[in-house]
């Protein structure tokens, strides 16, 4: 999996737990809950969902490492690499 | 009449429904004289092919595709519901005291619906309990339908559910009408809501009992109450949520009025889990009509329960012609063979639907009984076609539930004293 289907991984996620909001101008760089409406429980289900689909495991000192979309993929990809 | 002054006397200013036959009081009111089924072929789960009753309301009408996910179908329902209720009753939640309003909703059961998918996905999980979603509690408490409503409308006062089984819509609005009394709020969301067909169980539960109607084939038919052929309930889901608010209070604000609520009343049958108790349902009857200080020659139109079981049909047959055999001008109809059981809905939904009978003075026809039960024979019972008569003050509707709860609403035309 490259870097770039992990990001499309996660902004797919996102899309089906904020499907008011628009996910195609997210700025990689900026706070996802600077630019969407995203609580803590949305997170929970970010990670739930990478769980349930991937098998991947995010441990709750590590959540604040899926602020933006590049630290998610810079977090996530090592996991995928080995799931 | 009860001697109440105009603090104690509330009316019915706004309503918000959807029905398996429409989405609004209009529409299902037109489906019920037109003889409009909205029942339909569905797939239960482990089950096949059964009949249910569905709405199609618009969920992202008044809540966000976020607020829906998180939520539950029971929260949908009563949001579409409330809101629409309010915009009947012209208010606008930003301009009253959101701290007085209370919301206050019957429901049959809740969080069967969730506990039975997250137990479906556990299963395809591996059992593994880490994925049980965290949405699961706040979905599953019982105040969660009402609960929605306050989230979405940022009403502030109280909130919750009673739960009544079957008998839970008429139970709404009497909680409602208690607390307008009580002066506990000024504006009272009361109804009943229903999500029963999102789940097997429920279902499965009547099959059990054998009491679920088989004939998915021809699913508007399915339904047949009082008829000798009839095969047992056709489960649906709805919600009726009214505005209440006392007399004075209506009059103050020039609202349109509905209706006036003169009498109800609630008894437990204390004698069987499922089967229906006559006499109860006599007393019942005869105690709402007796708080409204009228008796059963004034009542206009009885809305029976009448759920297509053998069982319930005989029970209450008998004891509406015990109650209203000798009253010439009452008029007797039901509702399920348009829409089904709608469960916690039930009580609220069908008294709507003969709300319009104050303007309209049309007695709605109950369908689907074409060889009535000879144990369920009763005079001026409206098949059919509707029946026009000079005039409609009063309507009783009936609404019972498993565990032996009977529940009881009057509502009365109102006119200016």
């Given amino acids: ?83 | 009449m009860q001697n109440l002054n105009k603090n104690n006397r509330i009316v019915i200013t706004g309503i918000g429904l959807t029905a398996p036959n429409g989405n609004n009081l209009k529409e299902f009111r037109n489906a019920l004289l037109e003889g409009k089924s909205g029942l339909e072929k569905t797939e239960v789960r482990y089950m096949g092919e059964k009949t249910a009753g569905f709405c199609d309301f618009d969920e992202i009408k008044y809540q966000k595709k976020k607020s829906r996910r998180r939520g539950t179908r029971a929260g949908s329902i009563s949001i579409y519901c409330a809101n629409e209720a309010l915009i009947d009753a012209d208010l606008n939640v930003e301009n009253l005291d959101r701290d007085r309003i209370g919301v206050y909703l019957g429901i049959t059961e809740h969080g069967n619906v969730e506990t039975e998918e997250e137990i479906f996905q556990l299963h395809q999980q591996d059992l593994n309990t880490k994925t049980w979603t965290p949405h699961h509690n706040p979905r599953t408490v019982a105040n969660s339908p009402a609960g929605e409503v306050t989230l979405n409308l940022k009403i502030t006062g109280p909130h919750y559910t009673i739960g009544g089984a079957c008998a839970g819509g008429n139970l709404g609005i009497i909680q409602g009408l208690q607390m307008l009394r009580l002066g506990e709020v000024d504006y009272a969301l009361a109804g009943g809501i229903s999500e029963s067909p999102q789940t097997f169980g429920i279902f499965a539960g009547f099959d059990a009992q054998g009491a679920l109607s088989h004939n998915p084939e021809n699913p508007q038919a399915s339904i047949r109450p009082l008829d000798k052929d009839r095969s047992g309930i056709v489960i649906s889901e709805g919600g009726a949520i009214y505005v209440l608010e006392t007399l004075e209070n209506a009059n103050k604000r020039g609202a349109k009025i509905y209706g006036e609520i003169i009498g109800y009343h609630s008894n437990s049958d204390a004698s069987d889990y499922v089967n229906p108790n006559t006499e109860r349902q006599i007393e019942c009857m005869e105690k709402a009509m007796k708080r409204a200080g009228i008796d059963s020659n004034d009542i206009d139109i009885v809305n029976m329960h009448a759920t297509g079981t053998g069982a319930g049909d005989i029970s209450e047959s008998k004891a509406i012609n015990k109650v209203f055999g000798n009253s010439i001008k009452t008029h007797v109809n039901f509702t399920k063979g348009h829409i089904g059981h709608s469960m916690g809905a039930a009580g609220a939904l069908e008294l709507a639907g003969n709300i319009p009978s104050f303007f309209d003075n049309l007695v709605h026809p109950g369908i689907n009984c074409k060889n009535i039960d000879p144990e369920c024979e009763i005079s001026n019972i409206v098949l059919d076609t509707p029946k026009q008569v000079d005039q409609i003050d009063i309507v009783l509707n009936n609404s019972f539930g498993m565990l032996g709860i009977n529940s009881v609403v009057i509502v009365k035309r109102y006119t200016k004293d």
């Fill in chain 1, 1 to 83: 999996m490259t870097m770039t289907d992990v990001k499309n991984v996660i902004i797919n996620i996102i899309k089906d737990i904020a499907p008011d909001e628009d996910v195609s101008t997210l700025d990689e760089n900026v706070s996802l809950r600077e630019q969407i409406d995203l609580d803590s429980m949305d997170f929970l289900d970010i990670v739930m969902e990478l769980r349930k689909r991937h098998k991947i495991e995010v441990p709750q000192e590590d959540y604040p490492k899926l602020a933006t979309l590049k630290s998610c993929v810079d977090y996530l990809f090592p996991k995928f690499s080995v799931s």
